[in-house]
């Protein structure tokens, strides 16, 4: 094909060419962005609705939270967990005389024994302890007092120099104080 046109004309038919293919090219790049602003809107009044909705719904839940029966219900709840509260403080601050007295069984000697045992509980959780009995020889009434003076959570031992006048046959008085 043979072009007769002048190179003047030539360039403006260029330049129209060129400003067509802008032109539709800006028109399909503003639609597209205009689909896209639109699409987001239609997503934000969804999302707006849905929060309303949801909004509605939890208000109405709210209400029924804070019927009568709910309110009564709740102070059930807050009495038992008062009550086991109470009990938790009672069991933790408990003495447990089984422990104790395994203690003390594991300090006597052999051939000892006890005839009375008491305990009172005294502040932070240390227990006075009274032990009297029988104790065979003086030996082993030392060796008990010993194992008593040895064992870490017996403090203050009173052990009177009354028990030891005897050589034999002793009858023994002992104090001291124990934690739990």
Same mark, same amino acid.
Not at 4 to 28: A, N
Not at 61 to 82: H, S
């Given at each position: ?10 360039? !403006? ?8 293919? !802008? ?32 909004? !509605? ?20 709840? #807050?009495? %038992? ?18 422990? $104790?007295?395994?203690? $003390?069984?594991? !300090? ?26 029988? %104790? ?16 870490? #959570? ?7 120099? %009354? ?11 002992? #104090?001291?104080? $124990?934690?739990?």
């Amino acid at each position: 094909m043979i072009n007769l046109l002048p190179p003047e004309e030539k360039t !403006i038919l260029i330049k129209e060419e060129r400003f067509k293919l !802008i032109l539709i090219l800006g028109t399909v790049f503003l639609s597209a962005l205009l689909s896209l602003i639109l699409i987001l809107f239609s997503i934000r009044i969804y999302i707006s609705s849905q929060t309303d909705s949801e909004k !509605i719904i939890f208000e109405q839940e709210e209400k029924k939270v804070k019927t009568a029966e709910f309110q009564e219900l709740q102070e059930k709840i #807050t009495l %038992a967990n008062k009550n086991l509260s109470n009990l938790n403080s009672f069991y933790q601050n408990q003495v447990y005389f089984t422990e $104790i007295l395994k203690r $003390i069984s594991g !300090i006597l000697p052999s051939g000892t024994y006890l005839n009375s045992f008491y305990l009172k509980p005294l502040e932070g959780g240390v227990l006075d302890c009274t032990l009297s009995g029988f %104790a065979p020889t003086s030996d082993i009434l030392l060796d008990f007092k010993k194992n008593l003076e040895t064992e870490k #959570t017996i403090k203050g031992t009173n052990f009177p120099l %009354a028990n030891l006048v005897e050589s034999k046959d002793i009858y023994f008085n002992v #104090t001291f104080k $124990i934690t739990k």
